[in-house]
């Protein structure tokens, strides 16, 4: 379950505001938006690209019963309104928003910019591949303990006491991500804390404490018989 904080590494905020690209820069305009709210649905009749100036945005499918979390953008990545899903505010956002015409010029001109779109596009098909996997094929305690040990990888921090976690993310924000509901996610994970794998810090952070055991928990969990 991929959790990229960030899905590129290049920001195109830095990018397009260079002495080079101020032209295109000045084609795009601010939007604030505040905590929780919509930016744009997928009955956007507009097609824009908007890049995150700063704050936090999800990207996300519903259904009559559950929200399905595909990515969270961070400053300095790009999206398009044109992509059947719900874009929302995490925490109070700016966004830069262009016309998609605009976008195609800028592609043409900057290779960057064509670079993270694509980073960004195969990062919401992967994410969207391993929900529907996940979904159809493991229980939730598998796919919050893949959850978990990915973050690990993407943005695990050492630290004496174990592995830290600055998610960003509640924990309602975590079970849209694996497809779950809150309080199933909550109680998990005081399983977790209960057998000294994990701790949380607050609402935010947790800290790994004992990663192999987190690991072993795939294996067990894939095991019918345990």
Do not use: W
Not at 25 to 35: H, I, R, S
Not at 114 to 133: E, F, P, Q
């Amino acid at each position: 379950m991929p959790t990229r904080m960030k899905l590129t590494d290049i920001d195109l905020i830095n990018v397009l505001s260079s002495p080079s690209c101020s032209n295109y820069f000045k084609e795009f305009k601010e939007k604030k938006y505040t905590k929780k709210e919509i930016l744009f649905t997928p009955k956007e009749q507009d097609n824009f690209a908007f890049l995150i100036k700063s704050g936090k945005v999800r990207v996300y499918l519903v259904n009559e019963y559950k929200e399905f979390t595909l990515s969270i953008l961070r400053p300095g990545d790009i999206f398009s309104t044109h992509t059947r899903t719900f874009c929302q505010a995490l925490e109070d956002t700016t966004i830069l928003v262009t016309d998609i015409q605009v976008l195609r010029k800028i592609i043409a001109d900057i290779p960057d910019v064509a670079l993270v779109m694509v980073h960004v596009l195969g990062v919401l098909l992967k994410n969207s591949i391993t929900i529907i996997n996940g979904l159809a094929f493991k229980e939730v305690r598998l796919r919050l303990v893949e959850f978990l040990i990915y973050a690990v990888e993407d943005i695990g921090i050492q630290v004496p006491e174990g592995i830290q976690l600055d998610m960003g993310m509640s924990t309602e924000d975590i079970a849209n991500m694996i497809g779950s509901s809150r309080q199933t996610v909550s109680t998990i994970l005081s399983d977790l804390q209960k057998m000294e794998i994990l701790e949380k810090v607050n609402r935010h952070t947790y800290l790994i404490k004992d990663l192999k055991k987190l690991k072993d928990l795939v294996h067990e969990c894939d095991d019918p018989l345990k």
